[in-house]
């Protein structure tokens, strides 16, 4: 059909040709009458130009034509590969065998076979090619019709094959005998045989196993960005992060190197190939033990010490197989056991140990213990269907399962060292806050320190000749006229406040509280309100009391209501005209808490942070030896002061007492 098209294609182009000469010799003449001839011509090229490209595209999907049973014929072992046959044997029996049940399980005394497959016509492809998905053996040889169209060979113990190449286009059926040699228990073909155009083919082969490659790279290549970052972290992080990226990189080397295309394209590096799985397997289980362990904290001591025997065990097997290598590869048997059983049989034990474990700590709330868990209970899972299929199918099933799995897990400790960077962050934010603060409470401690040792040298020579000049005072206002008279008073009353101010420090200096007795806290802050309520009424105010009743604390009562009042007369300053004032009382975790909140002006961050230091006011006349007192009062009555402030919204003072231990007490009682 496709021969007929470019025959009526040449012929079309040959008429326009003959026509467009004959238009130049006759062109006026016959002008008219060659229109019809045009117009079919026209359309002839249109429908040659709409045929052609869908007779190529329907030749290009053409359906593969896919062979599911072929027949084999074993090759007995004595034979040296330099003598095995170019065909096979004419006397020897052929079985007949299939994609659904195939033999790849080789008999005693043998070490190859003849597998022989008929394929159809393949005449409807200009460039037909044949593909084996999936086989077994290290020798590959294609022969047709006793001659030799495709060989290759392998020097390293790695079964897992592919076959492509390209056939002759033929009209007939044709007979291809593939003989495959091995040193393994394995051989033969395991999948059907796929015959397509070659490129269609080419593609499929390299397609189906780059998922795999890409998935390992991927991991590899994520591994190695963050052990390049490792060098940024604190020594504490740094060890659980190299281990999470050991187990990373080793993984996705295993991935990469299962995966039988790097050994069919780097076919000369074939051994460093294995030996790169080998050395894998072995740092990625003590990598493994090694963070599960950080992740434990060391709860187990007996896995701790199981992990120290697997690091000793993993680098006896990485000693055995530099001189199993070093040796030329002898003495496979005990190479074998060493690296094979033993370490599959540690590997077996530890895997069901860690996800026991898991569990058990995953009960007690830990959340990293149950992330862990749900990782290795699914990779142990997906592992354990894959073992199942690959033995129920008679070690035919391709293991890929497993992969996901690794990838569960890796994303599950990836999560798990995120939560540990993330707390230690936040114990190390907070452990700086308190820091912070104790650097605060020091410096605050060595100020007052310092003013109460000068109070109490100055305090005592200062207050007495204030009153003595008081009293002098008092005496010449008498003698004096009106009108000097009201100069006497103005300095009578800064005598007081100075005298007020003396108080103070003296107050601060010595705060030791002589009496301490059981108060009843709910009865203090009721006889407080009572107190503040009318001059809060008298500035337009509104003081209100939330008392939880019979909450005792040790303290002296008259302190006590000093501290409180000099907060609360604050408040009061604060709130001006229709202002509320808050005072509640509540037990909370074994604790006194008295809050006083107001709605008044509010404070700015730094002016709270400089409150009760000594001077410091945000009232113009004010000296700041009011709260300085306050916060002394209620620290020697082993009490704590919080204080909360938003600017324009208002202040909360919260103070917390220590709850009387032994209620039997009655109020008032002493307890020196």
């Not at 591994?223 to 972290?233: H, P, V």
């Not at 058990?360 to 862990?372: M, S």
């Not at 897990?409 to 820091?435: G, P």
Request: glycine share 6%.
């Amino acid at each position: 059909m496709v021969e007929y098209c470019r025959i009526s294609s040449f012929i079309a182009l040959k008429s326009i040709s003959s026509n467009r000469e004959e238009r130049v010799t006759v062109r006026d003449s016959m002008k008219l009458a060659n229109w019809p001839t045009v117009l079919r011509l026209f359309t002839l090229l249109i429908s040659l130009f709409i045929l052609l490209p869908q007779l190529a595209l329907a030749e290009s999907q053409s359906r593969p034509i896919v062979i599911r049973d072929w027949q084999i014929q074993w090759i007995p072992a004595p034979a040296s590969s330099d003598a095995l046959p170019s065909a096979p044997s004419a006397s020897g029996p052929w079985e007949q065998t299939s994609v659904d049940n195939p033999l790849t399980v080789i008999p005693n005394g043998m070490q190859g076979m003849w597998a022989r497959i008929s394929v159809p016509p393949t005449d409807e492809w200009q460039r037909p090619g044949l593909l084996v998905d999936r086989l077994y053996g290290l020798e590959l040889s294609v022969y047709q019709d006793g001659q030799l169209v495709f060989e290759s060979k392998r020097d390293f113990k790695f079964d897992r094959n592919k076959l492509l190449l390209p056939i002759r286009s033929a009209s007939v059926p044709t007979v291809y005998d593939i003989r495959i040699d091995t040193t393994s228990d394995r051989i033969g073909l395991a999948s059907d045989i796929r015959i397509d155009d070659f490129d269609k083919l080419s593609h499929r082969f390299v397609l189906k196993d780059l998922p795999d490659l890409l998935l390992g790279s991927s991991i590899a290549a994520l591994a190695l960005i963050m052990l390049i970052c490792s060098g940024y972290l604190r020594r504490q992080q740094r060890s659980s992060w190299i281990s999470l990226c050991l187990i990373a990189l080793t993984t996705g080397t295993l991935i990469i190197v299962y995966s039988p295309l790097p050994y069919i394209y780097l076919n000369e590096y074939g051994d460093l190939l294995l030996i790169l799985f080998d050395v894998s397997l072995f740092v990625l289980v003590p990598s493994l033990n090694y963070y599960i362990d950080q992740v434990f904290e060391g709860q187990f001591s007996f896995f701790t010490k199981l992990r120290h025997l697997q690091t000793g065990y993993s680098i006896i097997c990485l000693l055995a197989l530099l001189i199993y290598t070093a040796t030329g590869e002898q003495h496979y048997e005990i190479s074998y056991l060493i690296l094979n059983v033993i370490m599959g049989v540690l590997i077996l034990v530890q895997l069901p140990l860690i996800i026991v474990l898991s569990i058990l700590n995953a009960k007690k709330g830990n959340k990293n213990a149950i992330i862990l868990s749900i990782g290795f209970i699914l990779f142990a899972l997906l592992c354990t269907v894959d073992m199942l299929l690959y033995y129920w199918s008679n070690k035919i099933y391709v293991l890929f399962l497993w992969k996901f799995g690794v990838a569960i897990m890796i994303l599950s400790l990836v999560i798990i060292l995120a939560r540990r960077i993330s707390a230690d962050y936040d114990k190390l934010f907070a452990y700086s806050k308190e820091l912070e603060l104790f650097n605060h409470s020091l410096q605050r401690t060595e100020k007052m320190k310092i003013i109460s040792d000068l109070a109490a040298s100055v305090a005592h020579e200062v207050r007495n000749p204030l009153q003595v000049t008081r009293g002098f005072l008092q005496l010449l206002a008498v003698k004096t006229d009106d009108k000097s008279k009201s100069y006497f008073d103005l300095a009578v009353n800064e005598l007081d406040r100075a005298s007020d101010i003396i108080t103070d420090f003296l107050t601060f200096a010595k705060p030791d509280i002589e009496k301490i007795t059981i108060l009843n806290l709910s009865q203090e802050i009721k006889s407080l309100g009572a107190i503040m309520m009318p001059l809060a009424a008298m500035n337009g105010g509104v003081l209100n009391c939330n008392v939880q009743d019979n909450q005792y604390i040790y303290g002296n009562s008259s302190k006590l209501k000093q501290a409180l009042i000099n907060i609360v007369k604050n408040s009061i300053e604060a709130i001006g005209s229709e202002g509320v004032i808050t005072i509640g009382v509540a037990a909370e975790e074994g604790e006194a808490v008295v809050r006083l909140a107001d709605n008044g002006e509010g404070m700015e961050e730094e002016e709270v942070a400089k409150l009760g230091e000594p001077f410091f006011s945000t009232k113009t006349k004010g000296t700041g030896l009011g709260l300085m007192v306050t916060f002394r009062i209620i620290e020697v009555m082993k009490g704590t002061i919080t204080i909360r402030s938003t600017k324009g919204k208002g202040t909360e003072f919260i103070i917390r007492f220590p709850l009387v231990a032994n209620d039997n007490l009655l109020p008032g009682k002493s307890h020196v």
